[in-house]
């Protein structure tokens, strides 16, 4: 079963949306991606930009980024209560033009 994803995008200079993507501790990059939009809110903040998606159809944007992890509602780093994101921000996933259906969280 195909469950719908909340996946953080930008709005590239170029005025093309692109997928956030993260780094794991080790410096690999990840995808992102929650399960509800309270979690995308408390994680990255409730002014973050967000398109949804299935779990396939992102999988299939990473892909050629180079990208083969993809961390469903990750929690922040360090002890609770620790304003960090958890994965170190990395906005250069950009992707091809593609129409993302997108909706401003």
């Known amino acids: ?11 590239s200079g170029a005025g093309v949306f692109a997928l956030r993507t993260g780094r794991l501790e080790s410096g ?3 995808g ?8 995308l809110a408390r ?7 967000w398109a949804s998606l299935g779990e396939e159809p992102l999988r299939d944007m990473l892909a050629p980024l180079g990208i083969g992890q993809l961390r469903v509602d ?3 780093f ?3 209560g620790t304003p960090q994101p ?3 921000p990395n906005d250069l996933g950009f992707l091809p033009s593609v129409p ?3 909706a401003a969280g």
């Open 74 to 76: 990750p929690l922040p």
């Open 100 to 102: 993302l259906p997108l």
């Open 86 to 88: 958890t994965m170190i």
């Open 78 to 80: 360090g002890p609770p």
């Open 32 to 39: 992102l991606a929650f399960t509800s939009l309270d979690t």
């Open 43 to 49: 994680t990255l903040g409730p002014a973050q930009q």
């Open 1 to 11: 079963m195909n469950h719908t994803l909340y996946v953080p995008v930008r709005l």
């Open 28 to 30: 690999e990059r990840t």
